[in-house]
Antibody, heavy 118, light 107 residues
Framework: EVQVVESGGGLIQPGGSLRLSCAAS????????MSWVRQAPGKGLEWVSL???????YYADSVKGRFTISRDNSKNTLYLHMNSLRADDTAVYYC????????????WGQGTQVTVSS | EIVLTQSPATLSLSPGERATLSCRAS??????LAWYQHRPGQAPRLLIH???NRATGIPARFSGSGSGTDFTLTISSLEPEDFAVYYC?????????FGGGTKVEIK
């Protein structure tokens, strides 16, 4: 079965760092475009970051310079390294296959909650 | 940035009724539009891609239409599990954006 499962969320103070993980099964992370999408409380979905199969990375302006997307091919796992966290980064973070101008987000994980608060 | 505007924000209907959801783009996205279903606490699910193509395993009661700037998602007869939030999304250019969502609630 093709699926992704996120982990690593939690409560973190403003200015702190956190690393989210996304374990994939049924397909290879290294051969696919992989994305992070978030949903802040009461808000809609916001694309956050994308890594191409070739390794190129892209970020939303709201996280550029603070977040880094990466992957470990041996573990078939995608990561999102989040630094200098702010209150407005509070959201459920979803991992999804796809998300480039060439393909759609499918499948998605169930998400992991990140809360930035003192 | 392409802005996607969904209407209505909330749709109150009964099981068995027909649901019609709209998504309007601020500029043409050709047919590069998808619809996702999001139930609370669950993973979002791809329903329709490239404006009118059902994703694998999606029931025939879901259909999509449109091109350019105006798109429609139709649920022909609502089942209890269809009450959820629906988002449209384009992949016309960077950045990829989503609409604000339409909540389909039980009347």
């Amino acid at each position: 079965e093709v699926q992704v499962v996120e982990s690593g969320g939690g409560l973190i103070q403003p200015g702190g760092s956190l690393r989210l993980s996304c374990a994939a099964s049924g397909f290879s992370v290294s051969s696919n475009y992989m994305s992070w999408v978030r949903q802040a409380p009461g808000k809609g979905l916001e694309w956050v970051s994308l890594i191409y199969s070739g390794g190129s990375t892209y970020y939303a302006d709201s996280v550029k310079g603070r977040f880094t997307i990466s992957r470990d091919n041996s573990k078939n796992t995608l990561y999102l390294h989040m630094n200098s966290l702010r209150a407005d980064d509070t959201a459920v973070y979803y991992c999804a296959r796809g998300g480039s101008p060439y393909n759609w987000f499918d499948p998605w994980g169930q998400g992991t909650q990140v809360t930035v608060s003192s | 940035e392409i802005v996607l505007t969904q209407s209505p924000a909330t749709l109150s209907l009964s099981p068995g009724e027909r649901a019609t959801l709209s998504c309007r783009a601020s500029q043409s996205v050709s047919i590069y539009l998808a619809w996702y279903q999001h139930r609370p606490g669950q993973a979002p699910r791809l329903l329709i891609h490239d404006a009118s193509n059902r994703a694998t395993g999606i029931p025939a009661r879901f259909s999509g239409s449109g091109s350019g700037t105006d798109f429609t998602l139709t649920i022909s007869s609502l089942e209890p599990e269809d009450f959820a939030v629906y988002y449209c999304q384009h992949r016309g250019n960077w950045p990829l954006t989503f609409g604000g969502g339409t909540k389909v609630e039980i009347k």
